[in-house]
């Protein structure tokens, strides 16, 4: 029977059910699934899967087929349990082991899986439980990150995958470990437009989306803020100096990040980023579109690049500008001088 919404038999990729998909994703996350699939006509309820309305994921190590299942579940109750550190440590160095000697690349990988997938469990709750809980594991989290930039993407990538049938609330946590200083922004560029890209299908995700917006928004707020410090006449002037002197690299910073996404989405307009060579499940029409949504992130990205140089850009910020001195008081140096 042919279906009164046509748009909901489109491929993911198009617009339209792209469009259908983020506007519902939306949706649960002010509501509840089953209650936003109670209020749609019955042709949008295979878009609201029944694994929507479990509130609290499964935590994957629980099951035995899962890699390192016994090492899961020991870490996830030593940290209920608030165990010591090196007692921790200890079941995640044979995690590592264990890794090695299968021939992973990175070990850290599979032990960084165990450790954050635990906190997500133990702060499945709400978000103040688990940023509760990240918060107690900071320290290590920052480690990992400082030993191995692809055990910091995994962070990322646990997180995603826990909170798979609730991608807002992954995002949510995202934004958090960016606050922290968790992940890094580039981090997380190179995560969403590089490890999950998908050939460029990535781009209809509204997940993707809102990953890279939060990223830039941060970054990008962050250099305003430092102009406007820059510019503050009311700091003493050798304060400004160091700020003024910090300008170009949290500047490169960002214009590094834009360039970044540039190159990623540039790729997939053009057809030619990795991977893209391969035939798509429905030939050149799925290629075309996925090429579509590469030419419109280009343009978004590189207006969004245009209007942060037209604000912070050294075209239209000049020199430091020194304190002036009061006429009065230039006036009272003068007649001192003179007496001199």
Excluded at 79 to 107: C, F, M
Excluded at 127 to 149: F, M, N, P, W, Y
Excluded at 244 to 252: F, M, Y
């Amino acid at each position: 029977m042919k279906r009164r919404i046509p748009e909901i038999d489109l491929s993911d990729l198009q617009p339209k059910k792209a469009f259908i998909i983020g506007v519902l994703e939306k949706e649960i996350q002010l509501s509840f699934a089953k209650r936003v699939r109670d209020t749609l006509p019955t042709d949008y309820h295979p878009l609201i899967p029944p694994s929507k309305e479990n509130e609290v994921p499964n935590f994957k190590y629980n099951q035995d087929t899962t890699s390192y299942p016994k090492e899961g579940r020991e870490v996830l109750q030593m940290l209920r349990k608030k165990s010591p550190e090196e007692e921790i440590q200890g079941v995640l160095n044979s995690v590592q082991e264990q890794a090695a000697a299968h021939g992973v690349q990175d070990p850290l990988i599979s032990s960084t899986d165990i450790y954050m997938t635990s906190i997500l469990s133990i702060g499945s709750k709400s978000l103040s439980h688990v940023l509760s809980t990240i918060d107690r594991c900071k320290d290590r989290l920052l480690q990992v990150g400082a030993q191995s930039e692809l055990a910091r993407r995994q962070i990322i990538t646990s997180v995603v995958d826990f909170w798979a049938d609730h991608p807002g609330t992954a995002v949510n946590i995202v934004d958090k470990l960016l606050n922290y200083t968790i992940v890094t922004p580039m981090s997380v560029i190179q995560w969403a437009l590089q490890d999950r890209m998908d050939h460029g299908r990535a781009l209809a995700s509204l997940q993707t989306y809102e990953l890279i917006s939060i990223t830039m928004f941060k970054v990008t707020n962050r250099v305003r803020q430092v102009v406007r410090e820059r510019n503050n006449m009311a700091l003493a002037y050798d304060q400004r100096q160091q700020i003024d002197e910090a300008l170009p690299r949290e500047r490169q910073g960002m214009r590094d990040l834009f360039a970044a996404i540039e190159d990623a989405v540039a790729g997939v307009a053009a057809g030619a980023q990795d991977g893209m060579v391969e035939r798509y499940e429905d030939g050149n029409a799925e290629e075309d579109v996925v090429k579509l949504w590469g030419q419109k992130w280009a343009r978004v990205w590189r207006r969004k690049a245009a209007v942060e140089e037209n604000v912070v850009g050294e075209a239209v910020i000049g020199p430091l500008e020194e304190p002036q001195m009061p006429v009065v008081e230039a006036e009272a140096l003068d007649d001192m001088d003179q007496v001199a």
